[in-house]
């Protein structure tokens, strides 16, 4: 007798902060519109996909509609995400009985997470997957190691605390993550808030990798390794949908008792503002315009420890780790 362990994961919320992805090319604001007017329950996801073959054609439109109906209408369990409830299990005596029982498995974890309108990333990975089925789409959930909070900077992936999807559109796998899509915790309030954020949608895998390191590493459609994972510092979710870049510095950590300079590209006039974690005080700096690129620079005395966080317009979008000085 075997038995099978569906390993629990779980996804880190925090103050809307995830990562910064440039939006897709492509313009799905009709079926946004659409899919807004929809019922905000369904019977079943066959029911759900019904409305969605039925009002879209192309796939990438089907699958948009699932991420944006999933997104707008699933909130976020945090009760589930603080008890500590273990992995579900199931007994199987052939390799046949356990693909049977985990596809049952899968299909009543999308229809649970679709009648209680609430779930963990697994629960809003299965019922993207159970939709993208439904609609003739290839998709798979992908379990890996998230970049969610500033103490994961400088870590490598471990133990997988997060799932998203890849759906194959047109011949080529796209990566969705529908639960970051949804919003997040107000850290303020410690209550999730929908914040329907559609760069989690067919982002490209230079930017997905910011934050997201898959268990299994033909998923990150990349060469990249662990170690280039830990490296990178922490970007939000509001950098997601701007029109500027961070250009430099792009390392995990910046040294104190020296000046660290910024570059950000086609930042405009949008004011810039940064924290440091130990003192807790908002500072201005302003930037020098050369053509398209804005540089200012921050220094750092030797006091200086924790992290330091650059908020633009008043919004957080990426956080560095604060190290010695070599000098």
Same mark, same amino acid.
């Given at each position: 007798?075997?038995?099978?362990?569906?390993?629990?994961?779980?996804?880190?919320?925090?103050?809307?902060? /995830?990562?910064?992805?440039?939006?897709?090319?492509? @313009?799905?604001?009709?079926?946004?519109?659409?899919?807004?007017?929809?019922?905000?329950?369904?019977?079943?996801?066959?029911? +759900?996909?019904?409305?969605?073959?039925?009002?879209?054609?192309?796939?990438?439109?089907?699958?948009?509609?699932?991420?944006? %109906?999933?997104?707008?209408?699933?909130?976020?369990? +945090?009760?589930?995400?603080?008890?500590? $409830?273990?992995?579900?299990?199931?007994?199987?005596?052939?390799?046949?009985?356990?693909?049977?029982?985990?596809?049952?498995? @899968?299909?009543?974890?999308?229809?649970?997470?679709?009648?209680? #309108? #609430?779930?963990?990333? @697994?629960?809003?990975?299965?019922?993207?997957?159970?939709?993208?089925?439904?609609?003739?789409? $290839?998709?798979?959930?992908?379990?890996?190691?998230?970049?969610?909070?500033?103490?994961?900077?400088?870590?490598?992936?471990?133990?997988? @605390?997060?799932?998203?999807?890849?759906?194959?559109?047109?011949? #080529? %796998?796209?990566?969705?993550?529908?639960?970051?899509?949804?919003?997040?915790?107000?850290?303020?309030?410690?209550?999730?808030?929908? #914040?329907?954020?559609?760069?989690?949608?067919?982002?490209?895998?230079?930017?997905?990798?910011?934050?997201?390191?898959?268990?299994?590493?033909? %998923?990150?459609?990349?060469?990249? !390794?662990?170690?280039?994972?830990?490296?990178? =510092?922490?970007?939000?979710?509001?950098?997601?949908? !701007?029109?500027?870049?961070?250009?430099?510095?792009?390392? !995990?950590?910046? =040294?104190?008792?020296?000046?660290?300079?910024?570059?950000?590209? &086609?930042?405009?006039?949008? =004011?810039?503002?940064?924290?440091?974690?130990?003192?807790?005080?908002?500072?201005?700096?302003?930037? $020098?315009?050369?053509?398209?690129?804005?540089?200012?620079? /921050?220094?750092?005395? &030797?006091?200086?420890?924790?992290?330091?966080?650059?908020?633009?317009?008043?919004? !957080?979008?990426?956080?560095?780790?604060?190290?010695?000085?070599?000098?």
């Amino acid at each position: 007798m075997n038995y099978f362990f569906k390993p629990p994961v779980f996804f880190l919320f925090f103050l809307f902060a /995830i990562l910064p992805i440039t939006a897709v090319a492509q @313009d799905f604001a009709s079926v946004d519109k659409k899919v807004n007017g929809y019922s905000k329950s369904f019977a079943s996801p066959e029911k +759900l996909a019904e409305k969605i073959n039925a009002d879209f054609k192309r796939d990438d439109e089907k699958a948009r509609a699932a991420f944006t %109906w999933i997104a707008l209408n699933i909130r976020y369990d +945090l009760g589930m995400l603080n008890s500590n $409830e273990p992995p579900a299990r199931f007994s199987f005596r052939t390799q046949e009985e356990r693909l049977q029982k985990q596809k049952q498995f @899968d299909i009543d974890l999308a229809e649970k997470t679709l009648r209680s #309108k #609430k779930a963990v990333c @697994d629960g809003y990975s299965m019922l993207f997957n159970r939709l993208a089925e439904l609609c003739g789409i $290839e998709s798979v959930m992908i379990p890996g190691t998230s970049k969610s909070h500033p103490s994961h900077i400088g870590k490598l992936p471990a133990i997988p @605390d997060h799932a998203w999807n890849a759906v194959k559109i047109d011949g #080529k %796998w796209q990566l969705v993550d529908v639960t970051w899509g949804a919003g997040g915790v107000n850290g303020a309030t410690g209550k999730f808030e929908f #914040k329907f954020n559609p760069g989690y949608f067919f982002t490209h895998p230079t930017l997905f990798f910011f934050n997201h390191f898959p268990s299994d590493k033909q %998923w990150l459609f990349l060469d990249k !390794s662990e170690q280039d994972f830990a490296a990178l =510092p922490l970007y939000y979710g509001d950098y997601i949908q !701007s029109a500027y870049t961070i250009v430099s510095p792009i390392g !995990s950590t910046v =040294p104190n008792n020296e000046s660290v300079r910024f570059t950000i590209d &086609s930042l405009g006039e949008l =004011p810039v503002t940064y924290v440091l974690s130990n003192e807790r005080m908002v500072r201005q700096v302003t930037p $020098e315009k050369r053509d398209d690129l804005s540089i200012f620079e /921050i220094k750092l005395d &030797s006091r200086a420890t924790g992290y330091l966080t650059i908020y633009i317009d008043h919004k !957080s979008v990426v956080t560095y780790k604060i190290g010695r000085s070599v000098s």
